[in-house]
């Protein structure tokens, strides 16, 4: 199985945002357990390294992505992504990224702290706490 993983999870856990950061932590050490295929899209490293950057340091910034590129796959987008994306007619754009990232990849699930963003995604969400609620059997119900 291959999740994908919004920026707003990598944020919570990176930033240790509460309340959030539980589930989300949850989320990256099941996967870290290797029990699904965790993806990135591309584009959120550099958003991801943006944010830590101006939040904390650059030092940070760069440890956490070094991290994350040793431990989970990323995944590249290129023009049939970004043309997907145009056509899903969502109303955020780099949500519309994500969902086609996704889409591409393989994944069977997006997990995210916004649903609602993901309402028209070929590729359904899960909040980090549906994810895990869901996976006491090593498996989400529908795969």
């Known amino acids: 199985m291959k999740i994908m993983l919004d920026l707003n999870v990598l944020l ?7 309340p959030f950061y539980a589930a989300s932590a949850g989320v ?20 991801l ?9 650059k030092e940070t910034a760069d440890e956490f992505i070094d991290w994350l590129l040793a431990r989970f796959k990323i995944i590249g987008e290129d023009h049939g992504v970004f043309a997907r994306a145009r056509s899903l007619k969502m109303a ?3 949500d519309a ?15 995210t702290r916004n649903p ?14 549906e994810f895990l609620a869901e996976w006491p059997n090593g498996k989400v119900e529908g795969i």
């Open 49 to 57: 390294h943006y944010l830590l950057s101006r939040g904390s340091s």
């Open 116 to 129: 609602k963003d993901f309402l028209v995604s070929p590729v359904a969400p899960l909040t980090p706490e």
């Open 12 to 18: 919570d856990v990176a930033q240790g945002r509460e």
């Open 97 to 111: 990224v994500v969902a086609s990232a996704a889409e591409a990849a393989g994944c069977q699930w997006i997990v």
């Open 92 to 94: 955020d754009f780099e």
């Open 28 to 47: 990256l050490s099941m996967l870290l357990r290797g029990e699904a295929t965790a993806c990135i899209p591309g584009h959120a490293l550099t958003t």
